[in-house]
């Protein structure tokens, strides 16, 4: 690991300059944070499956047309991204009630939104990620007006295309949030999506038993944690080759 250059350690993952120019190495780590860092925790195996479950949606979004940062995968915990702009938001898309909403608005947790709601947080840990609004992005100059449109359209496309991806496998997508970048080719700019999508950033439950297959196993202490990160990537079909056994996974392997 000390071969490479630290860009940027955040709570899940630590970001390293890539092989190339415009390049980033991202690696999963283990740990796990909740409630703005004031529960801290490891969830063994966790980096090597959701390096993998993310790598896997974003191939399936990158086909149906949605641009990501992602490049590949480059051995269990490391993936290979295009370097981005990382606009400072987190964009929240919402199908179910739960967590924040279902406690702010007073809504039952498990209630069917009447439609999907997306909701801009500001990322800033010091600030807590406040909610924000088109208002105070634009006005403060996070993102313009048309950054706003893509991303919105962006968000949409993504939740529709999961929401029927994880529909399929008998899981029902109640909320999740994404992460977008900048990126620029001469004097071209495109938006992408970034970060990663893995059960640390999503809400999942059976469709049947409602059981939650997410970190809040973690942020609730619900137990079996890492077992329900392995069952949605059993369920997606992509639980590493050896297995559960085999979820730590060699630090580097090239
Ligand atoms: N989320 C996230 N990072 C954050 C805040 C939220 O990935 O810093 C995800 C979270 O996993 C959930 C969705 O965004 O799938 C909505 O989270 P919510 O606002 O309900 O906040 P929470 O209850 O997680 O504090």
Request: a neutral charge.
């Amino acid at each position: 690991m000390s071969r490479r250059r630290q860009i940027y350690e955040g709570k899940a993952k630590v970001l390293f300059e890539g092989p190339e120019p415009g390049t980033l190495v991202q690696y999963f780590k283990d740990d796990a944070t909740a409630f703005n860092n004031q529960k801290k925790g490891t969830i063994t195996g966790k980096g090597v499956l959701n390096n993998r479950i993310s790598e896997y949606l974003m191939t399936k979004l990158g086909e149906i047309g949605v641009q990501t940062h992602f490049v590949r995968r480059l051995n269990m915990r490391e993936q290979l991204v295009r370097e981005v702009e990382i606009i400072p938001l987190e964009v929240v898309v919402r199908n179910v009630a739960a967590g924040s909403l279902a406690k702010r608005l007073g809504i039952a947790e498990g209630t069917q939104l009447p439609r999907s709601i997306v909701e801009y947080y500001y990322k800033n840990d010091s600030l807590c990620d406040p909610m924000v609004s088109e208002e105070h992005i634009t006005a403060f100059g996070w993102a313009a007006t048309q950054d706003l449109d893509e991303i919105m359209a962006m968000t949409l496309r993504v939740n529709d295309f999961l929401t029927g991806l994880f529909l399929g496998i008998g899981i029902r997508l109640v909320d999740f949030k994404l992460e977008f970048g900048r990126l620029w080719n001469n004097e071209e700019m495109r938006i992408v999506l970034a970060d990663e999508i893995s059960p640390d950033n999503c809400r999942l439950w059976d469709i049947k038993t409602n059981e939650k297959l997410d970190k809040d196993r973690f942020r609730l202490d619900l137990g079996k944690v890492e077992e329900a990160y392995q069952e949605v990537a059993r369920r997606l079909g992509i639980l590493p080759e050896g297995g559960p056994t085999d979820l730590k996974g060699p630090k580097t392997m090239q």
